[in-house]
């Protein structure tokens, strides 16, 4: 079986940065549909409910006529004839709180009323939602989903004995085939990779597999028609006062992949004037939980040093389900949390998997003395304490940092991949411990220190390729791994100052644009000056870099401050001194806090001093009252 279905680097980027707005609409598309490809092999790449309302979400709010939105999203297609389905198989409208529940019965309400039904009096069913292959039995064929409207004729999964769960009848309409948790568990781990899989191979047209036989024959494997499934009812009130109860009991009730509750109405006459949309029924949703989480035994906690010297334990971790995907490390905060939580040899910790693939521990539940490393993993440097944190103070000659820092800087260029982890390795046992230095390499020297002749050559072709190819600005400053800027501060900077002047700017140059506090200014100044040589050599090697456009350059009639300098002073009446420069800044203005010969405005407030008023006027600077500033807005 293919073992490797690790997604593409690209596809894992965008997932990690959770950043939709930086997507075109075609990226975005492409982005969700790779993401359905994967879940529906068992191997989400994201969270449901980062799908949903992250990446969905934005689609909805540009597009919300867009057709992927109307689409029930495909499961992988079998052979087989292709059949009209008796009746629409939809999608459902998706839930992941309570409140997302109460408007959903606000919606029910009116229709009641609008039909004149006694909302209190309505009957409301819960079901476990099957994480299973949905399926619709007609009584004489079995068929996928499909796109809702038309399927697949699957018939033959009966006809190798396939049973159909509660009262056995066939014909009860849509329902999941699915598999006994425990069964999969015990005969089937090792055969399959996930239970999805595991569906897959019973549809299958041919070569059936013999496990997957033997698990139908033992009706470890069903079909399950929804109107078969053990369900809680009551009322609004009852859904209302019992809500936390029911969304753990429901699931509870099957022994088989559960991913939420279903809530629908059972009065046909709510459902009909309810209706649908082209995506789901407006009279069912589920509900279904953000935060999964795992409790699981720890193996051993490994320090690992980072390009920055501070040293992370990395707990290594019994292989564990977690929705969806097998976790054997998990990161801890710091080393304060190891050791104040006891996240030792054998500890058991609850993880929790609130978004992306590597989960973090929130909590012990059996601590063990832990262990807290004294000298440097890479180094054997002794160690010192930060705050939380632990920190390697040896940046010229600990391997872990030189190697993860020239590792960053190959990796966030991106556009070259021969650089990775043993490479760099090996040359850095090899006395290589820049970038700078990697650039200088030649094959004569490259073959000395061991690469192949084919490998010396390829390493060269990519490096000449990273310089060739066009990358953005903000990419290259980010690859240097400078501290509080990261890839969106490294944009931001530069769309207020070109990329070769940002060595010179004062504090108040960088406080003076958006998202940048004090602190942050200050620590970017601090590092920017550690890296100017090195940053300028490597400059100097010529990389075909993509300018980012100045604010400044940009046509923006709706903001006549935008790319402006201003300096507010006085006391000013419209605002506190703080709101208006908030707002300046969202209009893409600089704030400054003195005059200086940069400054485009100084907006005076009430009590400024003539001297004040003369001494800017002096620089060149434009003096205009807040009501004259204001009225530039109008
Ligand atoms: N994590 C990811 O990367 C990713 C990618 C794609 C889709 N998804 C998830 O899949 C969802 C869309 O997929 P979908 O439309 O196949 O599934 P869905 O989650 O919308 O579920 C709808 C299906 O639930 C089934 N179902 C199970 N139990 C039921 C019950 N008790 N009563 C009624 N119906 C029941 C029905 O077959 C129905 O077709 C997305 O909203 C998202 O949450 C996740
Ligand atoms: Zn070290």
Known sequence: MNKNHTPPEAILKIAAEARPDRLSDDELVEFLKVCNEYYRRGEPILLDAVYDFVFLEELRRRHPDHPYLETVEPEKAFVGKTVALPEMMLSTEKAYSK?????????????????????????????????????????????????????????????????????GRRGQGAGEIVVNQRYFATHLADYFENARNFQASIIKEKDLEEHALATIQNHAAVFFPFAQLPDWQGSVKEILEQFE??????????EYDVDGVIFEVTDVRIRQHMGATRHHHRWQIAYKNNIETAVVKVLRVTPQTSRSGRVNPVAELEPTKL???????????????????????DAVIELIRSGLVIPKIERVIVPQPPQIPETCPSCGTALIWDSDYLYCPNPVQCPAQIENTIE???????NIDGFGEKTIEKLHAAGIHSVYQIYQLDRQYLQQLGFGEK????LLDQLARSRRDSIEDWRFLGAF??????????????RHFPLLAIFDLTLDDIVSIEGFAQKTGEAVIANLAKIKNDFMRIHALGFNLARTPLRSEQAQPASPIAGKTIVFTGTMTHGSREEMTREAKRLGAKVASAVSGKTDFLVTGEDVGAAKISAAAAKGVKVISEVEYLAMFD
């Not at 490998?455 to 390829?458: C, L």
């Not at 509080?484 to 900077?493: A, H, I, P, S, T």
């Open 455 to 458: 490998t010396s050559q390829n």
């Open 245 to 254: 109860t029911i969304v753990h009991a429901v699931p509870a009730k099957v």
């Open 99 to 167: 409140e997302g529940i109460e408007k959903w019965l606000q919606r029910v309400e009116k229709a009641a009323q609008e039909l004149g039904i006694d909302f209190e009096g309505l009957r409301f069913r819960a079901t476990p939602k099957l994480d299973g292959f949905a399926a619709y039995d007609d009584g004489k064929m079995l068929y996928t989903r499909g796109d809702g409207r038309k399927g697949t004729d699957i018939s033959r999964v009966f006809e190798r004995g396939l049973v159909v769960a509660g009262d």
């Open 408 to 414: 960053h800087f190959f990796r966030t260029l991106g």
């Open 323 to 345: 929705s969806g995907a097998m976790i054997s490390r998990a990161t801890a905060h710091h080393y304060k949390m190891v050791k104040e939580m006891g996240i030792g040899e």
């Open 481 to 494: 791994g400078i501290y509080r800027m990261g890839l969106g501060n490294c944009e931001r900077l530069l």
